[in-house]
């Protein structure tokens, strides 16, 4: 049995991997993702994005950030061809994503410390919506009880 860390014979990047379905939208006045370069690294950023998870509390939620191009111009161009809901005037889209989760806590100039989480995107896919089957046949096979019962 694997019991610690250093027994795990996998690749540890699968550790702290999440996937989840929901509605993408962003926290932004323009209803964008906030897109820069860090200036340490020079690595390209989003964020300002918002994902709502699916399930039953709708307050389930977390605040999300990407890194590199590719992935970056694939969630803008979600945003951009999202529709916009009347009375948040943002973008709302339904996807899959995958990711992993980061704590980024820090103390402000009044000495108080503030405790967040984040998801850190690193794919996102066109998620199914309520009763889309993908063409997938799901045929009922018909039994005969008294077959079952032999």
Do not use: C
Request: proline share 3%.
């Amino acid at each position: 049995m694997t019991d610690r860390l250093e027994q795990f014979a996998g690749d540890l990047g699968t550790i702290n991997t999440i996937n989840y379905t929901g509605l993408m939208t962003t926290i932004t006045e323009d209803g964008m993702p906030r897109v820069g370069s860090s200036a340490k690294t020079g690595n390209s950023y989003a964020n300002g994005i918002k994902f709502v998870l699916d399930g039953g509390n709708k307050q389930a939620n977390l605040l999300a950030v990407a890194y590199g191009d590719k992935l970056i111009s694939k969630i803008v161009n979600t945003l951009q061809n999202a529709p916009v809901s009347t009375v948040t005037n943002k973008p709302f889209i339904r996807v899959g994503v995958t990711g992993k989760l980061q704590n980024n806590n820090y103390e402000d100039d009044k000495g108080v410390m503030h405790y967040k989480t984040e998801m850190v995107v690193t794919d996102i896919w066109e998620a199914p919506v309520k009763n889309e089957t993908f063409g997938y046949d799901n045929p009922v096979v018909q039994t005969n009880a008294s077959e079952e019962q032999e």
